[in-house]
């Protein structure tokens, strides 16, 4: 973990251990979710930095396009979009917005306190394949991140398909909150072996 990080759980009061393992969740999702280019990047996933619905899907140059409607200089406009939007595959941890980490570091409390609970060995020798595994750790995943993410419930921009108990969604939707098991599990086994630890 880098100086910064350490810094940041000192300031915000985090165990540095959510820091550590949000680090890898970001990245695996990023891994999993969006599409590679041949140059090793990924396509551009825009979101507000804030999370804002209205500007998912639109890059600083469309945001500074409507800004400029609005009367801002050119220049004033761009620099005012880029720190509005976000691409979440392709920027680093470090460079998320406080809302993109938090939505991470909201993931990586509820996989921590999962190790707290069971211990470290007991979730390294989960069976992630067997059904009953999948559904109890799954459950408690998705439901975690409904609580972070109520705009799944809203009417005009919401996803119904998200909003459903995690045994009923569709099986690619199950297997993202799975891989945040997956990732935990190596996480853990790094922790282990800390000449394996990526960072």
Do not use: C
């Not at 949000?22 to 551009?44: Q, S, W």
């Not at 921009?157 to 297997?175: H, I, M, S, T, W």
């Amino acid at each position: 973990m880098t100086q910064s990080y350490e810094k940041i759980e000192k300031e915000q009061g985090l165990d540095p251990r959510v820091e550590s393992l949000a680090i890898p969740l970001a990245r695996d999702y990023a891994e999993k979710n969006y599409p590679k280019r041949e140059d090793g990047t990924f396509e551009p996933a825009w979101r507000g930095a804030n999370g804002e619905k209205d500007l998912r899907g639109k890059s600083p140059e469309d945001v500074a396009a409507q800004l400029e409607d609005e009367g801002y200089t050119p220049e004033a406009a761009l620099a005012l979009a880029q720190s509005m939007v976000i691409d979440i595959a392709n920027a680093p941890y470090d460079q998320f917005s406080e809302y993109w980490k938090g939505q991470n570091r909201g993931g990586a409390e509820l996989l921590i306190r999962l190790v707290d609970e069971v211990g470290a060995d007991n979730i390294r020798a989960l069976d992630l394949s067997d059904p009953e595994v999948q559904e109890t750790y799954g459950t408690l995943i998705h439901a975690n991140w409904l609580e972070r993410n109520q705009w799944v419930l809203d009417p005009e921009y919401g996803n119904p398909d998200l909003a459903k108990p995690f045994k009923e969604l569709a099986l690619e939707e199950q297997k993202k909150d799975l891989d945040q098991m997956r990732v935990l599990q190596g996480w853990l086994e790094a922790q282990q072996n800390p000449e394996e630890i990526d960072v």
